[in-house]
């Protein structure tokens, strides 16, 4: 166990919804990690937060967004949904400072 | 851009076997390495890193790295595989001092072991 949480841990959803993912860090890591792992394009980085800030951009479609609280949970919105935004959603958390990242369970998501 | 290349896509080895997955990366700069583990159904879990001094680092469960500048590789390996370590093997690389990224994955290696 990692000490990163994400729920939920599946998510069935029809093409063109919404829907939100969410996740909380291990106790004291400020940087929250999303990343998408598909069967085509493997893991891949969307984006990062810190401290409530975003700090960094990855392949991240603009259908997409996330936010972090101040409690320092964060949520990935993903909207409008297409077939092939299905895959394994990944958060992951790090200390300050730190360049190792641990991961969630994941939230599976199948977009029908 | 940084990228990760992992040559071995799938292999499949009997217990007791060494074992050696191929990493190599694509940056001009310094860079900090991983290797992360994904037991089937489970999350990823970090198996050891490299940040500088030693090239030869040594993680959890036996395994072990060695990082190559010349070659910009950085190859996992364990002298004796057992069954439990059927997984998906994942080698990434974030840049170091950049402070701000994600970490960029190679597209990973699933290991079978035959016992």
Known sequence: DSGVTQTPKHLITATGQRVTLRCSPRSGDLSVYWYQQSLDQGLQFLIQYYNGEERAKGNI???FSA????DLHSELNLS???LGDSALYFCASSAAGAYEQYFGPGTRLTVT | AQSVSQHNHHVILSEAASLELGCNYSYGGTVNLFWYVQYPGQHLQLLLKYFSGDPLVKGIK???AEFIKSKFSFNLRKPSVQWS???EYFCAVIISGGGADGLTFGKGTHL???P
């Open chain 1, 61 to 63: 479609l603009e259908r």
């Open chain 1, 67 to 70: 936010q972090q609280f101040p």
């Open chain 2, 62 to 64: 036996g395994f072990e």
């Open chain 2, 85 to 87: 370590d059927t997984a």
């Open chain 2, 112 to 114: 079978i072991i035959q």
């Open chain 1, 80 to 82: 409008s949904l297409e």
